[in-house]
C-alpha cells in the first residue's frame, strides 16, 4: 500500500512538473519573441514585415535601417550624452542610495521614524510636472544634463530596499566590534559594509542605469538645446521628422519610400537603444536576482 502511494505521489508530481514547466515555457516565447521579432524586423525589408512574413526569420534581408542611423551624425552626440548621463547619474543615485539606507539601518539614528516616514511620504505624493519645472527653471538648470540628473537622482524605494538588505545581512555586532578596534562609522561603511554589500550595489546600479538609459521625458520637458539631446530623443526625433517628411510628401513614389525608411528606422532604432543594456544585464544577474530577493524578504 505504502509503495502503491508513493507511486502515486511521484506521478502526480511528474504531471505537476509538466503542467508547471510548459506553462514557463509558454510564458517564455510570449515574453521573448517581441524582442525576437524586433530583432528579426530590423533586418527586413518593410514591405515583407508589412505583409506578415516576417515570422521566425528575416525577409528581403538589408541594413539599411542601421546606415540611415549611422550616418546621423546626431546619433554619437546622443550616445555619448547618454553615457554621461547614466554614468554620473547612478554614481551619484547609488552612493545616496546607499548612504542614505545605511543611516536608516541604524537603530540609533535621532529621528529616525520621521525620517523614514518623509521618505514613504514621496512615494505616493510629488509636486508634479508643472512645480517641478519652475524649481528647474530657478535652479538655472534648464538646458543642461543636471535637469535630467538630478530629479531622479533618488528613488525611496530603492532605499528601503538596501536598508532591509542592511538590517538582514549586516549583523549590529560587526559595528560594535569594529568601534571597540577605534573605526570611525566612515571607515566602517565604506572599508566593512561596501565590501560586503556587492549584492544589492549590482542591483541599484541596474536599477539606476536602466532609469537613467531610458530617460525621455524630463528631456522632453528641460531640454532645447539638440547637441544636449539623449539618445532616446535623438532617434525619436528621427522618426518623427521622417514621418512628418512622408506625409508632407506629394509624390506618391516619395512617400512610400519614406515610409518604408520610417519603418525601417523603428526596428533598428530599438535594437540600437538596447544593445548596451541587454550586454550588461548577464554580468549582473547573478547579483541581481540575489540582492533583490535578500532585499526584500525580511525587515
Known amino acids: 500500500m505504502i509503495k502503491k502511494s508513493l507511486m502515486k505521489e511521484a506521478y502526480s508530481d511528474r504531471i505537476f512538473l509538466i503542467i508547471v514547466h510548459t506553462i514557463l515555457v509558454l510564458i517564455l516565447i510570449v515574453t521573448l519573441y517581441p524582442l525576437y521579432f524586433v530583432l528579426i524586423a530590423s533586418f527586413s525589408d518593410p ?3 508589412n505583409r506578415g512574413e516576417v515570422i521566425l526569420l528575416p525577409k528581403g534581408f538589408t541594413l539599411e535601417g542601421y546606415g540611415y542611423l549611422l550616418l546621423d551624425a546626431s546619433i554619437p552626440r546622443g550616445y555619448l550624452n547618454t553615457i554621461i548621463i547614466t554614468a554620473i547619474g547612478t554614481f551619484i543615485g547609488v552612493m545616496l ?4 539606507a545605511f543611516a536608516l539601518a541604524n537603530r540609533r539614528l535621532i529621528g ?7 521618505f514613504a511620504f514621496t512615494m505616493f505624493f510629488n509636486g508634479g510636472m508643472i512645480p517641478t519645472y519652475l524649481l528647474i527653471m530657478n535652479l538655472n538648470l534648464l538646458d543642461t544634463l543636471w535637469a535630467l540628473i538630478l530629479p531622479g537622482v533618488v528613488g525611496a524605494w530603492n ?9 538582514s545581512n549586516i549583523p549590529e555586532e560587526l559595528y560594535e566590534a569594529a568601534t571597540i578596534d577605534g573605526a570611525s562609522v566612515t571607515y566602517y561603511f565604506y572599508r566593512i559594509v561596501l565590501p560586503l554589500s556587492s549584492a544589492i550595489i549590482s542591483v541599484m546600479v541596474l536599477f539606476y542605469a536602466v532609469g537613467y538609459w531610458n530617460l ?3 528631456a522632453l520637458l528641460y531640454l532645447r538645446d539638440a547637441t544636449l539631446y539623449p539618445l532616446q530623443m535623438v532617434l525619436r526625433n528621427i522618426i518623427l521628422v521622417s ?6 510628401e506629394l509624390d506618391a513614389e516619395t512617400v512610400a519610400f519614406r515610409q518604408r525608411v520610417v519603418e525601417m528606422l523603428k526596428y533598428s532604432s530599438m535594437i540600437v537603444a538596447s544593445v548596451p543594456l541587454l550586454i550588461t544585464y548577464p554580468f ?12 526584500s524578504i525580511k525587515g
Do not use: C, D, H
Not at 112 to 118: A, L, Q, S, V
Not at 159 to 167: G, K, Q
Open 47 to 49: 514591405n515583407a514585415i
Open 97 to 100: 542610495t546607499l548612504t542614505a
Open 112 to 118: 529616525k521614524r520621521f525620517i523614514t516616514g518623509f
Open 159 to 167: 532605499i528601503f530596499l538596501v536598508r532591509t538588505f542592511f538590517i
Open 216 to 218: 525621455f521625458f524630463p
Open 243 to 248: 514621418e512628418v517628411m512622408s506625409i508632407s
Open 284 to 295: 549582473l544577474q547573478k547579483y541581481f536576482a540575489r540582492g533583490i530577493m535578500v532585499g
